[in-house]
């Protein structure tokens, strides 16, 4: 079994800081890329940010300039560092990841989300 665990989410006033963490756990052989994905009611699940397990990254329009991810391989996590934050990132963030098991079979996993909410 694999599982992806988020955590840090809470509320923050317009222009703070959050940092998400995601740790992957179970029977792991390697991870891939490593996604953070955000939802809105009534709205599809965007891409936010990727990260390669080489340490190449991607980043949505929205929010280059201003969030961060990052990895620790060793530890299997992803960090999501959101600085200056506005209120139309107000969002449940999925962890999402590309997962190689003990017996060689290829998944993506997703996390339960962590609500993320920035007041004007």
């Known amino acids: 079994q694999v599982r992806l665990a988020e955590s840090g989410g809470g509320l923050v006033q317009a222009g703070g800081s959050l940092r998400l963490s995601c740790a992957a756990s179970?029977?792991?052989?390697?991870?891939?890329?490593m996604n953070w994905y955000r939802q809105t009611p009534g709205s599809q699940r965007e891409l936010v940010a990727a990260?390669?397990?080489?340490?190449?990254?991607n980043y949505a329009d929205s929010v280059k300039g201003r969030f961060a991810v990052s990895r620790d391989n060793a530890k299997n996590t992803v960090l999501l560092q959101m600085n200056s934050l506005k209120p139309e990132d107000t969002a449940v963030y999925y962890c999402?990841?590309?997962?190689?098991?003990?017996?060689?079979?290829?998944?993506?996993?997703w996390g339960q989300g962590t609500q993320v909410t920035v007041s004007s």
């Open positions: 990260i390669t397990s080489g340490g190449s990254t």
């Open positions: 179970g029977s792991i052989f390697s991870i891939y890329t």
């Open positions: 999402n990841a590309g997962i190689l098991d003990l017996r060689q079979h290829l998944s993506s996993y």
